[in-house]
């Protein structure tokens, strides 16, 4: 398997329910992100994390809880959402010492009810 | 701050006709330039970039992209429109001075070819 892997694709949680997004990267790669795509909406940059320490919190509120447990690995824990949280979260990577693209995964359709 | 404007939400082209995909940029340093595609149900696809050099940049599926300094612009062009190119697309900005790797993104574009 190659790229950076997103599951589950899709998910339906209720506002009271907890439940996590996972990303993989299989490119060797030192920095993973977490944005989210509202529909008519620039992509909102969440997370940033190089070598596993956090290095950016874009102000996301505190009902979205990210883990990085090493440099392949990204989660995004999920609790007490709202419905206006319902988006396409997308996760990508790249490398650090080089100023270059980022690489993205398929994407985690939310859906809160 | 950085900021990546796209003027237009749709744009519409008939098959075979150039297209072209405005960008517009804000950065207080110098700027490195990205245009992704997305379809639907799919992630970001990478088309093309400038980081440095001339100013005309070639990409993926016959994209190129025009680097205009003085007009902090980054227009996405194709000499010749397929249907299959209909899709979503994105223009991105790094602000080389902040040191940051995350990218600034656009709204983003539409872009239908009629056959």
């Known amino acids: 398997e190659t790229g950076v892997t997103q599951t589950p694709r899709h998910l339906v949680m209720g506002m009271t329910n907890k439940k996590s997004l996972k990303c993989e990267q299989h490119l060797g790669h030192n920095a993973m992100y977490w944005y989210k795509q509202s529909a008519k909406k620039p992509l909102e940059l969440m997370f940033v994390y190089n070598f596993k320490e956090q290095t950016e919190n874009n102000s996301v509120p505190s009902r979205f809880s990210p883990e990085c447990p090493n440099s392949s690995h990204l989660f995004l824990h999920l609790h007490t959402l709202q419905p206006e949280d319902s988006a396409l979260y997308l996760c990508a990577s790249s490398l650090v010492q080089v100023n270059g693209e980022l690489f993205f995964g398929e994407g985690s359709r939310l859906t809160v009810l | ?115």
């Open chain 2, 1 to 115: 701050a950085q900021s990546v404007a796209q003027p237009e939400d749709q744009v519409n082209v008939a098959e075979g006709n150039p297209l072209t995909v405005k960008c517009t940029y804000s950065v207080s340093g110098n700027p490195y330039l990205f245009w992704y595609v997305q379809y639907p149900n799919r992630g970001l696809q990478f088309l093309l970039k400038y980081i440095t050099g001339d100013n005309l940049v070639k990409g993926s599926y016959g994209f190129e992209a025009e680097f205009n300094k003085s007009q902090t612009s980054f227009h996405l062009k194709k000499p010749s429109a397929l249907v299959s190119d209909s899709a979503l697309y994105f223009c991105a900005v790094r602000d080389i001075g902040t040191g940051r790797r995350a990218l600034t993104f656009g709204s983003g574009t539409r872009l239908q070819v009629q056959p």
